[in-house]
């Protein structure tokens, strides 16, 4: 049972991203700003993305998105999800990067349902200012699952490169 513990991370990821879309669904109308907190750093909005980060995508055909954004990433999630359960795998990651997995896993689930019961189309609600850092004045819309996503790419990098130099060492 031990194998399977990180997947609590991934539920808690795919309950607080749905929820949190719910909530922005039900009192936000779509393309409007709720709230804005922090001097306009923080936006709580409510968007709809049709395709993957930074709006890649959004011109293929329907049925190119529906096996590009459903279909493959089933397959990844899927895949990642071996890795964390699999014995054969027990010696190669730590438990850390386990965790940091099930983050991504829960993080592409959130999205990949939005994907399956929203006509492929993703509801995003955080929009944070950029100040003109790599020429845009706000950065892309995100929600929960994308963060859980890209945090948890950081921290399996941060202890990929740690293990690496502790091996070397």
């Not at 409007?32 to 055909?61: E, K, T, Y």
């Not at 993703?122 to 994308?146: H, K, Q």
């Amino acid at each position: 049972m031990r194998r399977y513990r990180p997947f609590l991370l991934s539920i808690l990821i795919v309950l607080l991203d749905q929820v949190s879309k719910a909530l922005v669904v039900h009192f936000i109308p779509e393309g409007s700003i709720a709230a804005s907190f922090f001097s306009d750093f923080l936006w709580i909005c409510h968007v709809r993305n049709d395709a993957v980060a930074f709006s890649f995508g959004a011109d293929l055909p329907v049925p190119v998105k529906y096996i590009v954004f459903v279909l493959l990433p089933i397959a990844v999630i899927a895949l990642i999800a071996y890795a964390i359960v699999s014995r054969k795998a027990e010696g190669e990651t730590t438990r850390v990067q386990k965790w940091c997995l099930a983050g991504i896993v829960g993080g592409g689930v959130g999205n990949i349902i939005d994907r399956v019961f929203r006509s492929l189309r993703v509801v995003d609600w955080i929009s944070t200012n950029n100040y003109g850092l790599f020429g845009m004045e706000r950065f892309p819309t995100y929600n929960i699952a994308d963060a859980a996503i890209v945090l948890s790419v950081i921290a399996l990098m941060i202890s990929l490169f740690a293990e690496g130099r502790r091996k070397n060492v």
